[in-house]
């Protein structure tokens, strides 16, 4: 019996490059984002130029916010041919992952010359799910 996952076997080596394309596919067509924190809460700043706002969607499920959108393209050519085109357009997704204490239910979201803002506060201690005990002395 030939064992194909085997270090010297040759299909795996093949493959290997595959394996995680899809994932390197996502990142590629992914917008910018950066995240960061401050005393008061969370911050996410999304990269969105050329987006509509109302093409832009942000949902929250349990403790993960997902972001889907569309860039949608208004190419018009009608002054000659078009040599080449790096500009992107169609549909994306994000997910962010937020920390426990991260307020869900207070997240806003500001959309100002192609750069979301979504801000989320932290929550207040009581409303983690956790309470101060207090101890009786007899």
Not at 3 to 19: A, D, G, I, K, Q
Not at 29 to 48: D, K, V
Not at 71 to 84: A, I, S, V, Y
Request: glycine share 8%.
């Amino acid at each position: 019996m030939v064992e194909t996952t085997h270090p010297n076997s040759f299909w795996p080596n093949l493959y290997e490059p595959f394996r995680t394309l899809g994932g390197r596919i996502a990142d590629w067509f992914a917008p910018a984002s950066e995240a960061g924190s401050n005393g008061s809460g969370y911050r996410i700043e999304i990269e969105l130029p050329g987006v509509k706002p109302e093409d832009v969607d942000i949902s929250k499920h349990e403790h993960v916010l997902l972001l889907k959108g569309e860039k949608r393209t208004e190419r018009q050519h009608n002054d000659g041919k078009l040599f080449f085109s790096e500009r992107q357009f169609g549909a994306f997704q994000r997910t962010f992952r937020l920390p426990p204490d991260a307020d869900t239910e207070n997240v806003e979201a500001d959309f100002r010359d192609g750069l979301l803002s979504i801000a989320i506060p932290r929550a207040e201690p009581a409303a983690q799910g956790g309470r101060k005990i207090e101890i009786k002395n007899r």
